[in-house]
């Protein structure tokens, strides 16, 4: 069935440093592809969202391209800062009958001052 | 973006004993809500998918008469862990959509699960 495999964390970066956190997918159709952010002691949050292969979704200097021919929508941020600290969830969309996010296991970030 | 708020946040319980969590969307209608489950170092499980005035649809592998959804209005859903044991100690995580298939979903908080 359908699945999301992103890396394991946890990640520790120090402030301004090139974040990547990969995420590779596996899907029988045409997914939608996201990444949600959760920070300490809240819910999740949508991050951004690509629709098709070549998308590319961005917010916050967070982007993730959807390459439908490496089957990944790989997270990058040019310079993190502290706040950013949390954990990062990829997740596809699978439309019809099933309608349902699918989740990968998701990657803690802890940015250091 | 909207508010969905779970409560509570967290709570411990004797093994056989029922637990409710509650669901709301704060300022929208939610008319589909769906429950997650989510172990540690783990992906979120999607549990089940409400919509409002009707039974939920449960996962494969999801125990509906151990898990009761209900979703009797458009701004909350209930999950209720019923004869609750240490093993359905866990993090839950309720998420709410309005509209139609392809508008965004909110989640809560999440609420966490202790039963000793």
């Known amino acids: 069935g359908d699945s999301v495999t992103q890396m394991e964390g946890p990640v520790t970066l120090s402030e301004e440093a090139f974040l990547t956190i990969n995420c590779t997918y596996t899907?029988?159709?045409?997914?939608?592809l996201f990444w949600y952010v959760q920070y300490p002691g809240e819910g999740l949050q949508l991050l951004l969202k690509?629709?098709?292969?070549?998308d590319k979704g961005s917010n916050k200097g967070f982007e993730a391209t959807y390459r439908k021919e490496t089957t990944s929508f790989h997270l990058e941020k040019g310079s993190v800062q502290v706040s950013d600290s949390a954990v990062y969830f990829c997740a596809l969309y699978t439309r019809g009958a099933t309608n349902k996010l699918i989740f990968g296991t998701g990657t803690l970030l802890a940015v250091q001052p | 973006g909207a508010v969905v708020s779970q409560h509570p946040s967290w709570v411990i319980c004797k093994s056989g004993t029922s637990v409710k969590i509650e669901c709301r969307s704060l300022?929208?209608?939610?008319?589909?809500m769906f429950w997650y489950r989510q172990f540690p170092k783990q992906s979120l499980m999607l549990m089940a998918t409400s919509n409002e005035g009707s039974k939920a649809t449960y996962e494969q592998g999801v125990e509906k008469d151990k898990f009761l959804i209900n979703h009797a209005s458009l701004t909350l859903s209930t999950l209720t862990v019923t004869s609750a044991h240490p093993e359905d100690s866990s993090f839950y995580i309720c998420s709410a959509r309005g509209g139609g298939m392809n508008t965004e979903a909110f989640f809560g908080q999440g609420t966490r699960l202790t039963v000793v």
């Open positions: 899907a029988t159709g045409y997914p939608s």
């Open positions: 300022d929208f209608q939610a008319t589909t």
């Open positions: 690509a629709t098709k292969a070549d």
